[in-house]
């Protein structure tokens, strides 16, 4: 393992699941989803996180997020919480508002930046993500989905994070746009000192973009290591049946 100063994230032997509340509102019994999920992400790295859905992909990025606590093991941030892009970035933004209200609000929020010092901010942000002035007055219909997905990493990205949690952020795109915004998250990490944790479940797309990878079957990791290791010399049965299916 690295020096702690190396690390981003360590999730140490995590299980966690649902309680569903009933119709009448008592607890139905605990489903657990994750089982003795143990990973680190490093300072600088894309990690990239696959599975068949359902797996519990989500879930998991909902626990490192704090939005679900775990029911054994533990989650340790050496940054501050990371921020996450989502796969549908209509549904993210609020389609009442403009895209210059959805990245500042953030800011808004944070409190800590008058307003002249966030408009500055945001029209920054704007350049990075490779977007022009005119949309800030834009509402999300307005937008393609690659637009749509721009924004929402300037969202994301606005309050300077070190490590964010991309959930299948370029499957509802097509092939084109898909690149567009792969090449701009892997230029952001640099020019940001950007972390990721990668969700998805196209391997191709992985491949593409991570250093490492983490397989997930039904909860549990079932391998891990350098994408080129695991993708060229996978050892598990079940990372083999994915890879055949991604060609």
């Given at each position: 393992?690295?020096?702690?100063?190396?690390?981003?994230?360590?999730?140490?032997?995590?299980?966690?699941?649902?309680?569903?509340?009933?119709?009448?509102?008592?607890?139905?019994?605990?489903?657990?989803?994750?089982?003795?999920?143990?990973?680190?992400?490093?300072?600088?790295?894309?990690?990239?996180?696959?599975?068949?859905?359902?797996?519990?992909?989500?879930?998991?990025?909902?626990?490192?997020?704090?939005?679900?606590?775990?029911?054994?093991?533990?989650?340790?941030?050496?940054?501050?919480?990371?921020?996450?892009?989502?796969?549908?970035?209509?549904?993210?933004?609020?389609?009442?508002?403009?895209?210059?209200?959805?990245?500042?609000?953030?800011?808004?929020?944070?409190?800590?930046?008058?307003?002249?010092?966030?408009?500055?901010?945001?029209?920054?942000?704007?350049?990075?993500?490779?977007?022009?002035?005119?949309v800030l007055k834009a509402k999300?219909?307005?937008?393609?989905?690659?637009?749509?997905?721009?924004?929402?990493?300037?969202?994301?990205?606005?309050?300077?994070?070190?490590?964010?949690?991309?959930?299948?952020?370029?499957?509802?795109?097509?092939?084109?746009?898909?690149?567009?915004?792969?090449?701009?998250?892997?230029?952001?990490?640099?020019?940001?000192?950007?972390?990721?944790?990668?969700?998805?479940?196209?391997?191709?797309?992985?491949?593409?973009?991570?250093?490492?990878?983490?397989?997930?079957?039904?909860?549990?990791?079932?391998?891990?290591?350098?994408?080129?290791?695991?993708?060229?010399?996978?050892?598990?049965?079940?990372?083999?049946?994915?890879?055949?299916?991604?060609?």
């Amino acid at each position: 393992m690295s020096a702690d100063n190396d690390l981003i994230l360590e999730v140490r032997h995590v299980s966690g699941g649902y309680r569903p509340n009933s119709l009448f509102g008592r607890s139905k019994a605990y489903k657990e989803v994750l089982h003795d999920v143990d990973f680190v992400v490093r300072h600088g790295e894309i990690l990239g996180l696959v599975g068949e859905s359902g797996t519990g992909k989500s879930t998991l990025a909902k626990i490192i997020l704090g939005l679900l606590e775990p029911e054994q093991g533990e989650v340790i941030h050496h940054t501050p919480r990371p921020q996450i892009i989502f796969q549908d970035p209509y549904s993210s933004l609020n389609p009442a508002y403009t895209v210059e209200w959805s990245i500042e609000e953030p800011l808004r929020l944070y409190g800590k930046y008058d307003a002249a010092e966030r408009k500055r901010r945001v029209r920054e942000m704007l350049e990075r993500v490779e977007l022009p002035e005119e949309v800030l007055k834009a509402k999300p219909d307005e937008l393609s989905g690659g637009q749509r997905q721009r924004v929402s990493i300037a969202a994301a990205l606005i309050r300077r994070p070190r490590f964010i949690i991309a959930d299948e952020p370029v499957s509802a795109l097509d092939v084109t746009i898909q690149a567009q915004i792969l090449r701009l998250l892997k230029e952001l990490r640099e020019e940001l000192d950007l972390s990721y944790l990668f969700i998805s479940h196209d391997l191709n797309v992985v491949y593409q973009l991570c250093d490492r990878v983490l397989v997930m079957k039904r909860g549990r990791i079932v391998e891990q290591g350098d994408v080129k290791d695991v993708f060229d010399h996978p050892q598990e049965e079940y990372t083999k049946r994915l890879l055949a299916a991604a060609e």
